[in-house]
């Protein structure tokens, strides 16, 4: 098995886990979500001058995304640190 085979079946199973771990009331809520945010893309924006292919930020289905993300991943303690710092670095 190559390496970008060996990958494929690496992310299908952390796939498997996070499906697992967040449950299907969980999943429906991200696809509720993901399809908001879908049908939002394709809205005009009233006022706002967006160039083409950037959609209108829902900053309450995007922190409500993050918090189910970090409520499920593995170690969000290290996650949000290396985040922090991430962000910390690209605005200097």
Not at 44 to 68: C, H, I
């Amino acid at each position: 098995m190559g390496d970008k085979q060996k990958a494929i079946e690496e992310l299908k199973k952390q796939r498997k886990l996070a499906r697992e771990r967040i449950g299907p009331d969980g999943i429906r809520k991200l696809e509720k979500m993901a399809s908001d945010l879908q049908k939002n893309r394709n809205m005009a924006v009233a006022g706002d001058a967006l160039t083409d292919g950037m959609v209108p930020y829902d900053k309450k289905a995007a922190l409500a995304a993050f918090q189910m993300f970090l409520k499920n991943h593995g170690d969000p303690a290290e996650f949000e640190r290396r985040l922090k710092a991430l962000i910390v670095k690209k605005s200097h």
